[in-house]
T-cell receptor
């Protein structure tokens, strides 16, 4: 399977605990994105990497959230001191500029976080 | 501020008929639009896209139409199949950013 992979697929944690999610993008894709999706909503942008550089962050990404892509390949998203409002599906996507000059983002299966 | 709107939360269509899903946007800077399909417990799957320099793009049973003056796009699926039953999201992006802005989705149910 050469698509975007995410681990774990599900995470249940208690309020106040830290959690970390991993995303492995499609191998030749240099751009990587994190989104969050809650029930009844579309995905909301969190942050974007080009290679190892984090180039854009949403105001949704509070100081309890941190994302890294240390070698320009896989990425991790950490949430510290989780709150019940952090319960959501966390989606990772990757892309590369196509011949037409446009980027199309391909999504992974997501990590569903439940904070008790 | 909902820049991308899908005003129909759900749609039911008979198998073999046409499904038309609509999306409106407010930001005139958007220049690339996409449709994704999402099954429960899975990530969104890319379906089809259109650049603002075009008004139509086809891929098999899927056609996307863009009306820039009305800030409206639509996805046509013909013929509809039961396997098309899913939630469909439209998304848009503008120059200078790589983030996508998504609508809230339309749940399509294709009845056999």
């Amino acid at each position: 399977d050469t698509g975007v992979s995410q681990n774990p697929r599900h995470k249940i944690t208690k309020r106040g605990q830290n959690v970390t999610f991993r995303c492995d993008p499609i191998s030749e894709h240099n751009r990587l994105y994190w989104y969050r999706q809650t029930l009844g909503q579309g995905p909301e942008f969190l942050t974007y990497f080009q290679n190892e550089a984090q180039l854009e962050k949403s105001r949704l990404l509070s100081d309890r959230f941190s994302a890294e892509r240390p070698k320009g390949s896989f990425s991790t998203l950490e949430i510290q001191r989780t709150e019940q409002g952090d319960s959501a599906m966390y989606l990772c996507a990757s892309s590369v500029r196509g011949s037409s000059g446009t980027d199309t983002q391909y999504f992974g299966p997501g990590t569903r976080l439940t904070v008790l | 501020d909902q820049q991308v709107k899908q005003n129909s939360p759900s749609l039911s269509v008979q198998e073999g008929r046409i499904s038309i899903l609509n999306c409106d946007y407010t930001n005139s800077m958007f220049d690339y639009f996409l449709w994704y399909k999402k099954y429960p417990a899975e990530g969104p799957t890319f379906l089809i896209s259109i650049s603002s320099i075009k008004d139509k793009n086809e891929d098999g049973r899927f056609t996307v139409f863009l009306n820039k003056s009305a800030k409206h796009l639509s996805l046509h699926i013909v013929p509809s199949q039961p396997g098309d039953s899913a939630v469909y999201f439209c998304a848009a992006t503008s120059p200078g950013t790589y983030k996508y802005i998504f609508g809230t989705g339309t749940r399509l149910k294709v009845l056999a």
